[in-house]
Each structure stands twice: as C-alpha cells, then as structure tokens.
C-alpha cells in the first residue's frame, strides 16, 4: 500500500459522501480524488518527473489538501513553504532544495513573483485561486485539462516524499527529508493510536496544515469522515464552526486553547459534538489542562512529535487525563504520555547508554516516521541519526510504566551557580497564579551565578500583579534557586506561526553582544 | 518494527498488569515477554537457526501463545499441525515441511512419538505440559534454564514467519507460506479496524488459536488489554468466562453463534460487558444474524479472511449492522463488509477484467497479508496469485460502495439445467425457516439436469418438519430451478476442526465412483 492507494481507496468505499469542507465549498470522497488525480497528471504532463521538487505556498483551504496529495501520489517531492517567510528566506529554500514548480497561492505573488527569476531552477509556476500574471498556469485550467485516471508513477517506500524546513534556532534552515513510507506511517499512527474514526465524525482543522493538523487528513479521508479546513485560528470561528458541522475531533496547540478557555463565548454555542481534543507541539500546564477537562470533559488526547519525527511519537490518551485527585493522576496529566504502536522512544545519556526510569536525559526515538535525514547536510543528519536513534534535543525522563515527561529543550536549559534548572518547571508553576495568562521563563547572564531566572508574563485581562507578588508565589512552590529573580510584563508573548510561544525572542535582547547563550 | 519489537512494548509498557490468562493460570506483560524471549533462546541454544520451521501440536493455552511468538522472536518458521489429523497427516507435514524441531502438548504424544523416528530431519522434541517420554525435552526445565534478553536474531519483513497447511479439498494439503510482513500487518489491521482496544478490554479466544482468533492476541497484549484462552468452544464456559473475566471483546464462528443462541442458559449470566462479538470464517444467514444483534445489541463486526490471505480482508462493521428495516440495510446485513485500512478487494471474471458492480465474479485481494505462495509448490502459487492479486476461489459481487457480497465457493456452485446456483442463496432461506437449526445445500448427480439440489438439515429440539414442507418454503422464497429437490435430515451437519459445516462431507457419497464432481 502507498499514498497513492488510500486516495483510491477513499473514491472507492466514499464516492457520495461529502469528505472535505472549505468555506462554501464542498467535495464528495470521488470529487477530492478526482480533483487531486487530475493535479498529478497535469504536473507530470508538464514534465516533471518523480522526485522532483515542488513547493508549495498557501493558506489552509482545500487547496492546500488536493497539492499535498496529487505530489505524493505522482512520485513528486513537496516543499512546503512557510507563509510568515519573507522574500529571502523563500529564494534560499526554492534555491536549497532545487525547486523545479512552484504552486501558489494569489495572495503570495507579491512575495514570490519578484524572486522566481533569481530561483534559477524553477521552470513552472501555478497560480492557485486568483488570476495567473504572464507566464504563469492557472490551477483550475491546468486541472481541468488533465486526466482523472490513477497516475503509473511507482512508489516505492524509500522514495523522498517531503522536505519540510525547521524554523531554525540556529543558522540556516535545515530541509527535513521523510519518505514515502514515513508519510504513510503517520496515516496508520493517526488511525491506530488514540482516535477510532467512523465515517460519521469529521474534523475541524484549525493550525496550518503544513504542519501536525495535516495528519489528520487523509486517516479522516480515507475513513469517509469530513475534513473541515479553517483558513486559521480564530476563537468564534472555531466554536462556531464545531456548532454547524457538529465536529467530532479539534486539534489545538496550548496557546489556542488557552484563548478559547478565556472566551466569554465559550457557552454561546453547542459543542457536544465534539469527542476528542487533540492538543500538543509545546508543553501544557497541568492547570490549564485541568480547567479545559472541567469545561470539555474527559476528551483530552496530547500528542507529542517533532518536523524530525512526525507526531505522533508518544501520545497520552483519554484515559491518562484522570481528575481524581491522587498523586499519579496529577502527575501524569504532565507527561506527554507513552511511545505509540508504531515507535519507540527511550532516554539516553550523553555516552549513549539508556538510562534508568526517573533519571533525565535526552529523548530519543525510533520509527518509520523519523526522517530520512537533513537534505544535503550529512553532517547534521549523521549527529542527529547518531547510533541509529534519533535525537530530538528535548530532555525528559520516564517513569516505570513507560510515560515520558518532557522537561526541556537541551539549549533551553539554565545553569545557575551550577544548578541545572528547566525552563517548563519554573512555567508550569507561573501558569497557577490565579492573574498569569502566559508565561516564559529563560536565562539572562549573570555576573555572580552565570545565568539567572528571568520570567516575561502576561496577565488576564483586568488581573492584576507585582514583580514581587510572582516572584513569591514561585518561591512557595519551587526550590529557591530555580525562582525568578526578575518578572517582565508584557501584553502578550511572542509566538511562532504555530501559535507556539517563542522564548528565544524574549531572550535574545538579554544576550545580544555575547558570544555563546550560555554564560 | 518487527513481531518482535511488539513483545518488548508489551513489557515496557505494561509489565505489571495481567494480560494473559488460562484456567488458573494468570501471567503480567513482563512474565509473558520472559517466557517468550527464554524460550526463543532456549531454542536457539539447541542450535536451530533462523528459518528453521518448527512444529508445534497444542490444545489452546497459554503455551501457544508462548510458542508463537518464541518462534517469530527467534526467526523460526511456525508450522501449525491440526490436533484432528491422524497420525500420517502429520507425518506428511513434518516431512514436506522439513521440520526441525516438534514442541508437543503431552496429549498428543501418543500419536507423534511413533512418528517421529519416521520424520528424519526432526532433531529436537520438545514435551509440554507434562512428563517428557525419553529423548525428549521438557518445555518448563528448557525453558527456565534460558536467559531473558531479547534474542538478537534479525528480523526482515519478507522473512518467512509460518507455513499452514489447508484442510486441503483435493489431493494433500497445500503448505500456505506468510512473511514476518504478514504476521505484522495482521497486528496493525487488527488494532486499525473495527476495534479500538484499549487496556481496560479483555478477549477471550473460543476457537483455536492456530487460526482466525490467534490474530487477537497481540493487539491485546501490546494494548496491556487481558486475553483469556479458552481450551474450545463450551456454551457454559465462555458464558460464564464473559461473565467472570469482564469480556469484552468474543470472536465466534456462526455455528457457535447459533448454539449460545439456541442455549437456555444465555439469561443466567451478565454478559453486560461484552463490546464487541466478531464473526466469520463462514458465511451466516441474516435471520441468525437478526436475532442475534436483538439479544446482544449493535455490537456485531464481521471479519472475512483465508488462510492465503489473514483475516480481516474486509470487515462489516458496527455501524454496518443496521437492522431498521429498510432495503439497503437488510441487504447489507448478508454482506461480508468493505476492503480494510490494509487490503484491497475487487471482483474479477475469468479473464481477468475488473467487473462492474452488481456483477458476479471471482473476489481477488491484494494485501500484506496475503501469502508469499505455496511452499514447494511453484505451480500452485502461481496459480493463486496470477496477476498479482490472490484469487481466492470466492464467487461474489460488489455494491457501487465497496460492500462485497460473497456468492459461494467457486467449486460449490451447482449447475442445474445451464443455470448457475449459489448454494449459499438456498441456505439463507432454510435458515429462515422456523424449525431448522443448521443447513447445508450442494449439487447431486441427475440424469435429466446434470445436477440438481439437494439440501440437509438439522432441526432446532422440539420441533419438526417434513421435506415436502422444506422445499415448499424455499418455493416460495426461491426461483423454481433452485430449491431443493430432496431434503436429508440429520440430527446434526458435520463439521470441520473451525466449526465451519463441511458440504464436502455430505455431498461426496453421492458423487463416489463419478470422475468429477459436476456431472
């Protein structure tokens, strides 16, 4: 089985039934795979060929689902490019990965127009929505001559299926490259672990697809349930989108989550539908969790997974998000759960060696959904794929039935006075203050101790604290060395196109001038 | 991921829960993966080598489920033998297998020790559950004398994993040859549909665990759900196993479906528990069906599979199982479901043409799970698997959403007068008949028609029926050239080592001294 046959497989069991949703329009399991064939037979009608390049830029809509889908299913590579990139970001990555065609979306001509004739490579360009300039292809003409027939491209698991580019702590961006059986892994993972899709549910699709949301796509397709694709985040939309199109399964990301809890609308519409709740890509604080099981019930799945590794690698389930008030309950809604069917995840030391439950150390991990390794940087895939594990620069531990729980990024760690201290731990304490929306919490150089406890937060609105209000709360419930001993307060925190909050941008002012982040 | 990485989740993740029990016997996640991992290296220690085949001769117990999987751990071939061959079946298959080695139940050494100097490439016999004889191992003092760590043998996916015979309805049974893939895939499908197993469920096993119900253990075990193995199929026992085991999950074969319906005891017990009752290996009327699903409630998943290709090819599930009277669900209630998440399933003629649906013609599948071929046996393989789909010698017709309607077996079609009859189609109406309990249609010699259609029955305790009335009834329900001509009655059918009526058994007397067996 490859990609290509569950885009057969959805026409076949789901020919009337209507799959995808986006804004007014409305496709049934036939139309989606007809559209999505007609797309990689015209692509490859142009001439290119299996394993070729091609980027895509767009916001979330059903567009987004026919490329990705009509790439993998002619043997073609996709390259999906950021929206929030700028110009020069978007000319390194078409140069980087040796684009050959590029399908956009209108509203990014500006961006992408003025760069093609410097991207060497590039000898198509498709306009997706909106009117092609000269010498581009309009989507919809260039589909509509193209035939519907399954395209006899071989796929083979090994085959390159995607470069995704890593938003990059450090230096240039690195192209993460999976393969056609990493892509196909995933749709197993996500109909396997945790979900049970029927084809009476259907999912709302909220965050970019680019990215984790995306997962959910063909596992619901292929299963006859509906996708609903939302051009992005916005708190009534969502609610009101679950009310009519009575969605069964959200995923979100803490920050969203976080938004919709603090909505007066909340408990303006009917939300009953929904029998799942999805949430992950940053750590949650046991609070916030709890308040959002008081008011969605016991509906709670988090996942955890990396561009390197797609999620899901570990996942805690409905039944390890318990409320009853022991302290294993407690202590499990902060862990991100255990290794799925199809990886497996262990601890290591810096040497190597595995270490005993309890004890932290890197997460490393094994599965058909760890990547191939870094497009044209063997150095960096040969340290990330070291010892035939990949290692994912996030510190955790694991407990003696198998649960991890994540405690930092390796590089976000604090060392004071020689005392490692993890940024999540001091957060998820700042987060139980009863006036804290948002917290971050980093290290800023320090003449005595090396670095120091700094803490940005943002308040509720019509909430009120000090410096010193914080700063005491940390200290009855922290050891002392790991409280802040400074507070910024800010109307909202940076964050990422994923709605991830961004400690980098807080700490780097603190840093600039000094060579290393780590005094 | 191999099998084998399946067994080390299972005690990574749930070591100290119960996942395996028979009668008093009860065993957690890590003394299951021990037993497994000594007795892969304590074969391996005898010297036997990956690809090796071993023959293993169990009632259903916690030693097969240790002997499976000890073998796949270790690279060894599984031959499963039939506890109901005589003593020169099972000659043969040591023979035509090439066995290495025989792990024996002790009720079974009174028919394989006079063999065994017979099967000269048998070097190592291995007694369990009782006194070895001379010359044999003992499986416990094997066993504890082995070490725990995982056996280091590697495992590839097109590894042979097992070779099983089948039943064989014309000349020696055919050796069926799945890979380590197959055995694989058959874990994913069934975590993947129909079942969302998690581990509060229980299974318990009722039909021989060397076929169909041995596909669950696995998905229980790495799931921490409890498998309860029965020793066979007893109305009282697996009442009162659901009862006391909290069962969810029984799969059933329709003539065990039958007698627990037939059973006054079903109201003396809580079957409360029950989520799921899978059946298949043959086809069920949709009268049993009915009555069923009235008693249990929606709860009914239909599997379809074969020895050539591992069970499930194509499930009806739940939602299938719709009994409000309407056409569509009636007709769909005597369909054996849609292609799984693993299997693609289509309806061929003899040329080997895909036919439009609604029409009859021989159902190929492509999976997996389907065999890598007939051991030794080129011609066959190639036979089976012309064109890259496995024909399975099922006639049946598929509706324009993918639900499969089996017709009958290729070879059980009678041809009466130049008309086509399905047996299947005759016995769904005797079924509905008030007072037959069990019923059986196949094709007799017939001077005037070349054959005609004879039917046996049973009939349920107290009631009664004469042939006149039988074929009446089917008059009225039948098309006139299908009904019986004659009617046998028998106080009960017989019936193959699954439980599954054997027509072979009743129409061969009829045919004896004919060169074939369709006039």
Not at 89 to 110: I, K, T
Not at 319 to 339: A, F, P, Q, T
Not at 357 to 372: C, D, K, N, T, Y
Not at 447 to 472: H, P
Request: hydrophobic letters at 40%; a negative charge; one cysteine or more.
């Amino acid at each position: 089985m490859n990609i290509r046959d569950y885009v057969v497989k959805m026409g076949h069991l789901h020919p009337d039934r209507e799959v995808l949703v986006f804004q007014e329009h409305r496709f049934t399991g036939r139309q989606v795979r007809d559209r999505i064939f007609r797309l990689s037979n015209a692509l490859l009608g142009l001439g290119l060929e299996k394993g070729d390049r091609v980027a895509v830029l767009l916001t979330n809509s059903h567009y987004s689902v026919e490329c990705f889908y009509a790439l993998a299913c002619a043997g073609l590579v996709l390259v999906p490019m950021n929206s929030r990139n700028a110009a020069r970001e978007h000319l390194y990555m078409l140069e980087n990965a040796e684009v050959r065609a590029v399908l956009v979306g209108q509203e990014f001509l500006g961006v992408i127009q003025p760069i093609l004739s410097e991207a060497s490579g590039v000898s198509h360009a498709v306009c997706i929505n909106g009117p092609a300039p000269q010498g581009w292809l309009d989507y919809e003409t260039l589909i509509a001559g193209a035939g519907v027939e399954e395209p006899q491209i071989e796929l083979l698991d090994e085959d390159l299926s995607s470069i995704r580019y890593t938003s990059g702590t450090t230096g240039r961006p690195k192209g993460v490259m999976h393969s056609q059986r990493g892509a196909l892994t995933t749709v197993y993972s996500t109909l396997m672990d945790g979900l049970d899709i029927k084809s009476t549910d259907s999912v709302a699709l909220i965050g970019p697809v680019t990215h984790a949301s995306g997962s959910y796509i063909l596992p619901h397709l292929v299963r006859g349930a509906k996708v609903v694709i939302l051009p992005g985040f916005d708190v009534t939309n969502v609610l009101r989108t679950v009310e009519q199109e009575r969605v069964t399964m959200i995923h979100l990301i803490p920050t969203m989550l976080v938004m919709i809890l603090a909505s007066p609308e909340i408990d303006r519409y009917d939300l009953s539908s929904l029998k799942t709740i999805r949430y992950g890509a940053s750590p949650i604080s046991p609070d916030v969790l709890k308040r959002a099981i008081g008011i969605f019930g016991d509906i709670f799945v988090q996942g955890y997974g990396l561009t390197e590794a797609s999620m899901p690698m570990s996942l805690l389930l409905k039944d390890d998000h318990i409320l009853d008030g022991s302290e294993k309950s407690i202590r499990r809604l902060s862990s991100i759960g255990r290794e799925v069917t199809f990886s497996k995840v262990r601890i290591m030391d810096d040497e190597g060696n595995f270490v005993p439950p309890g004890q932290i150390g890197e997460i490393v991990v094994q599965s058909s959904q760890v990547m191939q390794g870094y497009w044209k940087n063997p150095e960096a895939t040969a340290e990330a794929l070291r010892g035939g594990w990949l290692h994912t620069r996030d510190m955790g531990f694991m407990d003696e039935e198998g649960y991890i729980y994540l405690v930092d990024r390796k590089e976000d760690m604090i060392i004071s006075g020689g005392f490692n201290i993890y940024p999540k731990e001091v957060e998820d304490v700042l987060y139980m203050h009863p006036a804290v929306l948002e917290a971050a919490v980093f290290g800023i150089p320090d003449e005595k101790w090396g670095e120091t406890v700094k803490a940005a937060v943002s308040l509720k609105t019509g909430q009120k604290a000090t410096e010193q209000e914080i700063i005491e709360h940390c200290k009855t419930h922290l050891a002392g060395y790991k409280k802040p001993t400074s507070v910024d307060f800010l109307d909202q925190l940076p964050k990422g196109h994923t709605g991830k909050i961004v400690r980098r941008e807080l700490k780097d002012p603190y840093w600039r001038g000094k060579e290393r982040k780590i005094n």
